[in-house]
């Protein structure tokens, strides 16, 4: 493995982390207390080339690697990790129309939100259909050269604010499953369509909510791919997203962990530095191991994915360690700062309040445990 970057590579990494700390961080608390991200900000995320890096210049990205693309967004979340989700949603939903769009309103669509002019949205999940999104109910029937949706999502990051969408529907008999969703990119603003925003816990500025379709009517060359194929493609695309979703979670762990390691060296207790205290820095140095072992895990599924190479267990092993890890180096580092640590002065809630979300949306712990299982079985079988 090489992870080795260019001097162009170096440069686009350098103005992402000078991004996040001069633009982004100083807005982290307002962006949630608002409930919102700018679109100011979302539009020079994409002059700035930060937004689905690894996509072709013809669809507005730079055509550069997953790797590259996974380290952009670590800076991002850095920031504020809740705007590092417009990185992950462009990239997993730009994939997903690269791949299987049917028109050029598609394409430009989908350059639109490349540029940061149009946000855009993955619905999924449905009331009754969470971890077992091959169940979805919210029908799409065949009128003509359209589509008529009806039905729900729910529990949609970036529902209240997206333009568009990337939509699964079934299409087929429930009997079907898996076989009978197909996937559909719909303007947000069409008749038929309205929406609630959720009261979270945390990642307030993400904007998670429902979204409702009312006989929506949409163009039948707006379906992605084939027929009864849009539960694959979405399959396959997350084995990207769920590690950028690990380098998300880490990327708030280091930044907690910068700013722990230099307050133990100012605080004074007894006398002295409270980091001369090993109570104080061993379970630091444990977070610090664990840190550089997940992350690596990330930077490797990348890696294989950019290789060509097998990387779904690995993907799943990023969506269920990273998270989890990250709420417990962020609670380890908030501990360290004593009762200024439990204050909403300082970020360390909001920041396991935003990351715990991830122990539960896009694929829950226990559903990363069958897949890993499923895929080691598979290895291994005699």
Known sequence: MDFALSEEQQALLAAAERFAVQKLQPGYRDREQRGSIERDIAR?????????????????GAGLDRLTSGLITEQIARGDFNVSYLNLLTSLCGQIIVDHAR?????????????????????????????DAAHIRLRAVREGDHYVLSGEKTSIS????ADIAVVFARTGSEEAGARGISAFLVALDAPGITRTAFDDVGSRAVGRGSI??????????MMLGDEGQGFVQVMQGFDFSRALIGLQCMAVARVSLDETWRYVQERQAFGRPIAEFQGVTFPLAEAETQYEACRWLCLRTLWLKDQGLPHT???AMCKWWAPKLACEIIQ???????????SNDLPFGQRYRDVLGLQIGDGTANIMKMIIARQMLARHRT
């Not at 380890?332 to 009762?339: D, P, S």
């Open 212 to 221: 409702f379709f009312d006989g929506v009517r949409v163009p039948a060359e």
């Open 158 to 161: 970036m529902a209240t604010q």
């Open 313 to 315: 267990a690995e993907a």
């Open 44 to 60: 020079q995320m994409g002059e700035l080339g930060f937004l689905a890096p690894e996509l072709a210049p013809e669809y507005g």
């Open 103 to 131: 028109c050029e309103q598609a394409r430009d669509w989908l350059r639109d939100v490349v540029a940061g002019h149009k946000l855009i949205a993955l619905a999924l999940t449905e009331p009754s259909a969470g971890s």
């Open 332 to 342: 380890q580092c908030l501990i360290a700062h004593g009762h200024g640590g439990y």
